[in-house]
């Protein structure tokens, strides 16, 4: 299946900047990813898997083990290869990204597609291997002993966030002009954009939270509902879900009740500098906030 650059236009302009940002990155690399060929054995899916998008616009996926990789007994029968190409296995792809927060298990968005693997053959992945042309990520599995390779293409891919479920063009996330975009906090930024916000103050995060559902800081309040029997550790505390160039996603628990809430910055960040610098301005305008209120 090829990209219809259509779909690009028709789905880009209602789709949050967050949203498309977030996409971005579970698209190259980020959150777990996991495959099932469902018109094969459905028990052979593939549980540990790297995923990444190379510098032509492929995304591109390397796992250990046979599994959405049928290797025909004979090659007179049911070849895998036909007229030099390679036959497709159908399948089903989904990412899932949680909070990096060692402390609680909360997810944080899940990407999801049906679309079709060309499983690479064993010189065109050492070849790619020689060349370092796979990210980084994909190249560390790829030069594992079982290892195969794959190029996945599909039409459109499902994005579940505090938005809710978007759908979004396929090109729109690894073709010519996502790869113009830029993505952050990248796979080696993740942990450190993580900690910029995890090691405020308790009361600071509850304090940016609170304004932006006072509607005193700009940001949005998302889904919100019942803990149920919360535990005296997540009772009244404020949990960084996530951190994006657009802005930081927090769960709020208070009175028994978990909301999401998104507290953007006044600009797109690229840097863990500029991430810095948006932090604190968030934590200054909430302190300004609860000046104000007292």
């Known amino acids: 299946m090829s990209p219809s650059s259509s779909n690009s236009h028709d789905l880009e302009p209602t789709v949050s900047d967050q949203s498309l940002s977030v996409a971005r990155r579970l698209m190259r690399g980020q959150g777990r990813a996991s495959m099932l060929a469902y018109r094969m054995d459905p028990a052979q899916s593939v549980q540990s898997m790297a995923h990444g998008v190379d510098a032509k616009g492929r995304f591109l996926v390397s796992w ?77 599995v790829a030069g594992m002993r079982g290892a195969h390779v794959g190029v996945l293409v599909s039409d459109r891919v499902l994005l579940h966030d505090c938005y809710g479920v978007t759908p979004l063009s396929f090109d729109a996330l690894v073709g010519e002009s996502a790869d113009a975009a830029p993505v952050f906090p990248t796979m080696a930024d993740d942990l450190e ?36 029997n919360p535990c005296p550790a997540v009772a009244d505390k404020v949990f960084c879900v996530d951190v994006d160039q657009t802005g930081i996603l927090f769960m709020r628990v208070l009175n028994g009740r978990a909301t999401s809430v998104v507290a953007d910055f006044s600009r797109n960040v690229h840097s863990l500098e500029g991430l810095d610098a948006e932090v604190s301005a968030l934590v200054e305008s909430s302190t300004l906030v609860d000046d104000y209120r007292v």
Do not use: W
Request: hydrophobic residues 40%; aromatic residues 2%; charged residues 20%.
């Open 64 to 140: 250990i083990g046979n599994a959405c990789c049928p290797v025909p007994e004979s090659a007179e029968v049911n070849p895998v290869r036909t007229g030099g190409q390679p036959e497709p296995v159908p399948v089903r792809l989904e990412i899932l990204r949680q909070s990096p927060d060692p402390m609680t298990r909360i997810a944080a968005a899940s990407l999801h597609l049906l679309g079709s693997l060309y499983v690479l053959s064993d010189d065109e992945r050492i070849d790619l291997l020689a060349e370092r042309a796979l990210p980084t990520m994909v190249g560390d």
């Open 193 to 228: 954009a993580f900690e910029c916000v995890a090691c405020l103050a308790e009361p600071t995060l509850r304090h940016v939270c609170d304004s932006v559902m006072c509607g005193l800081l700009r940001g949005r309040v998302h889904s919100t509902k019942a803990v149920v």
